[in-house]
């Protein structure tokens, strides 16, 4: 398996945690994708391609897992974020190496912050990369051993009214429709790559195997992409 599980720590609550309503507009937009509710009929492509030069300091930042105070915390001591939470890497590359969602409350915080940081830092000439993980694989094909207590319904408000199960007992069900292939969330982490190279360095969640390179890093991000857009079945190669 390209992606290997990892052991994680469970995730502390940050001190003030941060609201996680987003507008389903503002999701869409930042993903460049369709709003929740259309069906995605287009492959928008990867946010960065397979090979970055190297320019300036690199920084690389594992298992977020919901937990935006450790993110924010980790960004502040490498000096990529002022105490506001705001970019001061300057012409920095971070890399997060995937594992966004699962064992924490708040992974849309996490997931709006890192979109913010790479707006952020791209206006000061520096570089916010983030990759696929495991943890966002297995909530696509609805594997949810790892998702917090207080995160079953951190993605109901990106799911249509009409459309979200009610039932105390559908957590899986609401889950499943917005992480699930085509789902909101699934279409705004699809553009995510599994691997990216900077300059003469591999970075990736787990490792990559001589078969991962026969079948081609390139071909495979690609089906993992469509895949996950819902727009084609699951890559074995994953």
Same mark, same amino acid.
């Given at each position: 398996?390209? $992606?290997?599980?990892?052991? !994680? @720590?469970?995730?502390?609550?940050?001190?003030?945690p941060p609201s996680t309503a987003t507008a389903t507009t503002a999701i869409a937009a930042a993903a460049g994708e369709k709003t929740p509710g259309e069906t995605a009929d287009v492959d928008p492509g990867p946010r960065w391609p397979? @090979? $970055?030069?190297?320019?300036?300091?690199?920084?690389?930042?594992?298992d977020v897992h919901g937990d935006l105070d450790a993110l924010?915390?980790?960004? @502040?001591?490498a000096r990529l974020v002022d105490p506001a939470g705001h970019w001061a890497g300057g012409g920095a590359t971070l890399v997060q190496v995937g594992d966004l969602l699962d064992r924490?409350?708040? +992974?849309?915080?996490?997931?709006?912050t890192l979109d913010r940081l790479a707006a952020e830092a791209e206006a000061a000439g520096g570089r916010v990369v983030v990759l696929l993980g495991n943890h966002e694989i297995m909530n696509t094909?609805? %594997?949810f051993r790892y998702v917090a207590p207080g995160a079953w319904h951190a993605? %109901? !408000? $990106?799911i249509d009214a009409d459309q979200r199960p009610r039932a105390a007992a559908s957590n899986e069900a609401a889950r499943a429709m917005a992480t699930g292939p085509g789902g909101p969330v699934s279409r705004r982490l699809a553009r995510n790559p599994l691997v990216v190279v900077i300059g003469d360095s591999l970075f990736a969640h787990g490792g990559v195997l001589p078969a991962h390179l026969v079948y081609?890093? +390139? @071909?495979?991000?690609t089906d993992v992409r469509r895949w996950m857009l819902g727009l084609s079945p699951m890559p074995a190669a994953i």
């Open positions: 398996m390209f $992606l290997c599980a990892c052991a !994680g @720590r469970p995730a502390s609550a940050p001190r003030a397979l @090979r $970055l030069p190297a320019t300036g300091r690199i920084v690389a930042v594992g924010i915390g980790v960004l @502040r001591r924490g409350n708040h +992974e849309l915080a996490v997931i709006d094909i609805g %594997d993605f %109901d !408000g $990106l081609g890093l +390139e @071909r495979l991000t």
